[in-house]
């Protein structure tokens, strides 16, 4: 059977790992990242290109006959975001409309990786259909790339995925599971906020999902979300349970203890009944997906 390539854009980021870790036989992952580091992957192959160089963009899709692209790159910090607009506009939506233009001309299917962050927060839980209302630079931006994405494309998928946790590559942004998990082992307290609440995403169920979508080229929006409703102080706290550590070093607050972060949006759990139905992807409970963390530890590097 014919290998088929698919392009990863971000495939060093959260989201990339969890694809990687679950690929399936058959598949080729060619993943493009920005900062100038190698990395040993035996799942993937990694190249250096900066998303926002478009003449490096049009020139790759001339190299590489890709079979479909998954484009999950760009400034994933909703606070980086606040703080550097002009930098992630140029990066999420310039990068954004480089890969689409290309993958437009090259006839490739596309999935774009948006967020939870189209969301206000106000009016949980929410389907694929429900109306987006960002309240942050990084939702606005988002936002934007998904109508760039469904008014370009005739090919598409956009993919949703809430906040998502799991073991990242050593050279990525930690996530909220393993900051709260790198604080409890060395013994630091944490604060976490009770008024932000999400049904999180273990990146492994992400990969599979997005695996699922690709062989099915499924098209339209789809929400990809854990089966567990918490908000981050119960997060904090079953992470502490399952990995057996002293979850009294875990603080409970309010968002109003951090005026000067992005706003974000109070409740956007996400139904997934397409990502159910149409995917066969079921929902992973926290539990589960920090166990699978735990018994996985190995993978982290
Ligand atoms: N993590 C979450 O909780 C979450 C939740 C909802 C949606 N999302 C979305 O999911 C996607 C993936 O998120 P993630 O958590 O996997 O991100 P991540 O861990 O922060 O990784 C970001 C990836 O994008 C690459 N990148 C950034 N700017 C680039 C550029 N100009 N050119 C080429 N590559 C560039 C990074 O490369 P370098 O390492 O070289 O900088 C890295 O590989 C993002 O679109 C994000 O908005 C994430």
């Given at each position: 059977?014919?290998t088929?390539?698919?392009?990863?854009?971000g495939?060093?980021?959260?989201?990339?790992?969890?694809?990687?870790?679950?690929?399936?036989s058959?598949?080729?992952?060619?993943?493009?990242?920005?900062?100038?580091?190698a990395?040993?992957?035996s799942?993937?192959?990694?190249?250096?290109?900066?998303?926002r160089?478009?003449?490096?963009?049009?020139?790759?899709?001339?190299?590489?006959?890709?079979?479909?692209?998954?484009?999950?790159?760009?400034?994933a910090?909703?606070d980086?975001?606040?703080?550097?607009?002009?930098?992630s506009?140029?990066?999420?939506?310039v990068?954004?409309?480089?890969?689409?233009?290309?993958s437009?001309r090259?006839g490739?299917?596309?999935v774009?990786v948006?967020?939870?962050a189209?969301?206000?927060?106000k009016?949980?839980p929410?389907?694929?259909?429900a109306?987006?209302n960002?309240?942050?630079?990084?939702?606005?931006l988002?936002?934007?790339?998904?109508?760039?994405?469904s008014?370009?494309?005739?090919?598409?998928?956009?993919?949703?995925?809430?906040?998502?946790?799991?073991?990242?590559?050593?050279?990525?942004?930690?996530?909220?599971a393993?900051?709260?998990?790198e604080k409890?082992?060395?013994?630091?307290?944490?604060q976490?906020?009770?008024?932000?609440?999400e049904?999180?995403?273990?990146?492994?169920?992400c990969g599979?999902?997005?695996?699922?979508?690709?062989?099915?080229?499924?098209t339209?929006?789809?929400h990809?979300?854990?089966?567990?409703t918490?908000?981050r102080?119960e997060?904090?706290?079953?992470i502490?349970?399952?990995?057996?550590?002293?979850?009294?070093l875990?603080?409970?607050?309010?968002?109003?203890?951090?005026?000067d972060?992005?706003?974000?949006p109070?409740?956007?759990?996400f139904?997934?009944?397409?990502?159910e139905?149409?995917?066969?992807?079921?929902?992973?409970t926290l539990?589960?997906?920090?166990a699978?963390?735990?018994?996985?530890a190995?993978?982290?590097?």
């Open positions: 059977m014919k088929r390539t698919i392009l990863v854009t495939g060093t980021g959260l989201l990339g790992k969890g694809m990687g870790e679950t690929a399936p058959g598949i080729k992952i060619f993943s493009v990242h920005q900062r100038d580091y990395v040993e992957d799942k993937a192959e990694h190249e250096v290109l900066d998303i160089d478009k003449a490096k963009v049009d020139a790759l899709f001339e190299k590489h006959k890709f079979d479909a692209v998954v484009h999950a790159a760009g400034i910090s909703v980086y975001v606040e703080r550097h607009y002009a930098e506009l140029e990066s999420n939506l990068g954004t409309l480089n890969i689409t233009s290309a437009r090259a490739c299917y596309l774009y948006s967020t939870n189209v969301f206000d927060g009016k949980a929410y389907a694929e259909d109306p987006v960002p309240v942050n630079k990084y939702g606005r988002k936002t934007e790339c998904e109508r760039l994405v008014e370009t494309l005739s090919e598409y998928a956009i993919v949703r995925p809430i906040l998502m946790y799991g073991w990242n590559h050593p050279v990525c942004r930690p996530n909220p393993t900051w709260i998990l409890l082992m060395r013994g630091e307290s944490v976490l906020v009770d008024d932000v609440i049904n999180p995403l273990y990146n492994i169920q599979e999902g997005l695996w699922s979508l690709l062989k099915k080229r499924a339209g929006i789809f990809f979300a854990g089966g567990e918490v908000n102080y997060f904090g706290r079953k502490a349970e399952v990995f057996g550590l002293d979850a009294s875990l603080k409970k607050v309010k968002s109003s203890a951090f005026p972060i992005a706003a974000r109070p409740n956007t759990t139904v997934t009944k397409r990502m139905r149409e995917l066969g992807v079921e929902p992973r539990t589960e997906g920090l699978h963390m735990k018994a996985n190995r993978v982290k590097s």
